[in-house]
């Protein structure tokens, strides 16, 4: 079939194969470009097929040579109906890595559920014996609790009284004014169940129970923190309290890793272009600016760029850097005074009129019609092609 991108309000609902494997090509001939690393050697990312999940399995399998197990909630193509990108990512990458002679299997359901906790699990001990590195990327709206088979459901909303601010819709360009009601209580508890760090601690203590993790072994998870600008609606909001949760997580799986010279970090990460940051309101104007104001600098950073830097300088075989918090930092460009100083005074001065001058919306727009596989030159789109494609581990 000819597939063309289709839109429901900010969301793609088409994905293009050809297109989602250029991308992952990509990232992985960034990989291949620089310098080898020592790293982690058995890897188990949960969350593995989109964003920083994916970006960390390409970077430690083509990187340092590991061993990649990847837990993702993706659908394959039926009839008319494209995959999603994480299907076709996925498919993508274990092509590529089974080409270089590397192990990469995954798991495609609920990461949540009990169930694919111990599929994980029994395929580690098949396979891999111990897990050295387990990254944890999940960025799902909602989650069934796996003990009472409660539905939570989490919301982008501020906390305490409504949010008024400038946003963008980054199709049109236009700038306009876009009012968040605030959160009710059980919306902020919901988003914490979801976003928090309960299902993280879930799998790292199945995981230890079972004797899967190595001596030694590091749990790394991704939040944000952002600057004043987004605080209300992002860290001053609902999903905010779900990453404090994240991080104080950390700080309790510490303990519970010291058994086995293990250890925790979240890793808070640059603003990137994703299918969660496009929907959050404020969000992509603000990153618009930032990218224009990072690639004059020449520190702009796309996923794989980060978690390269992160494997190779900020986490590595000899320890981590991390602030007084204990967090790893790999927004220190984004936030760097000059960098803030220069995007605030753009915000103030940003305008339907003005916007494709001062900021890089462009790159913005196109960035996100790349996570569906479109918009890619080599890609020829209108030519027919099978959306009907095998990730080799799960369907081969």
């Given at each position: 079939?000819?597939v ?32 080898a ?38 659908r ?8 999603t ?16 002679g ?12 009990n ?5 994980a ?74 976003m ?15 004797g ?42 510490n ?5 086995i ?13 994703t ?19 990072m ?16 494997f ?15 967090r790893?930092r ?25 916007i ?25 789109y ?11 581990s799960?369907?081969?």
């Open positions: 079939m000819i063309q991108p289709k839109f429901r309000g900010f969301i793609c609902t088409t994905s293009h194969p050809l297109g989602c494997s250029a991308h992952v090509k990509r990232q992985i001939d960034y990989v291949r470009g620089q310098k690393f020592t790293g982690p050697k058995n890897v188990l990312i949960i969350g593995a097929s989109t964003g920083y999940g994916l970006a960390s399995r390409i970077a430690t399998a083509f990187g340092a040579g590991a061993k990649t197990l990847g837990v993702f909630y993706e394959p193509a039926s009839g008319n109906r494209t995959a990108p994480g299907w076709y990512n996925t498919a993508a990458f274990e092509r590529e890595a089974h080409k270089a590397l192990y990469a299997v995954s798991i495609n359901g609920d990461a949540f559920s169930q694919i906790k111990q599929q699990i029994d395929t580690i001990k098949a396979d891999l014996g111990k897990i050295d590195l387990v990254v944890y990327s999940l960025a799902a709206p909602r989650r069934v609790d796996p003990i009472t088979n409660e539905i939570y459901t989490s919301v982008l909303k501020p906390i305490g009284r409504a949010f008024t601010s400038k946003t963008v819709d980054f199709h049109s360009g236009e700038v306009s004014t876009v009012t968040i009601e605030t959160a009710a209580e059980e919306e902020i508890a919901a988003t914490v169940k979801v928090g760090g309960e299902d993280w601690q879930l799998w790292i203590e199945a995981l230890l129970e079972n899967v993790l190595a001596d030694g072994c590091t749990a790394l998870a991704y939040s944000y923190i952002g600057p004043e600008i987004t605080h209300a609606v992002y860290r001053s909001g609902t999903i905010g309290k779900a990453k404090e949760h994240l991080e104080a997580t950390a700080q309790k799986l303990r519970t890793l010291a058994k010279n293990g250890r925790a970090y979240v890793s808070v990460n640059k603003a990137v272009v299918q969660a940051s496009a929907a959050i309101p404020v969000v992509p104007l603000y990153a618009s600016l930032l990218f224009k104001v690639k004059e600098k020449k520190i702009h950073e796309g996923c794989i760029e980060q978690i390269y830097r992160l190779t300088q900020k986490l590595t075989a000899t320890g981590a850097q991390t602030d007084s918090e204990g790893i790999l927004d220190d460009w984004e936030m760097r005074p000059d960098v803030q100083e220069q995007v605030v005074e753009l915000w103030e001065q940003v305008n339907s009129g003005n494709a001058e001062i900021s890089d919306l462009a790159a913005f727009r196109t960035e996100f019609f790349n996570l569906f596989g479109f918009e890619f030159p080599e890609v020829d209108a030519q027919d092609v099978d959306v009907a494609v095998a990730i080799p799960i369907d081969g």
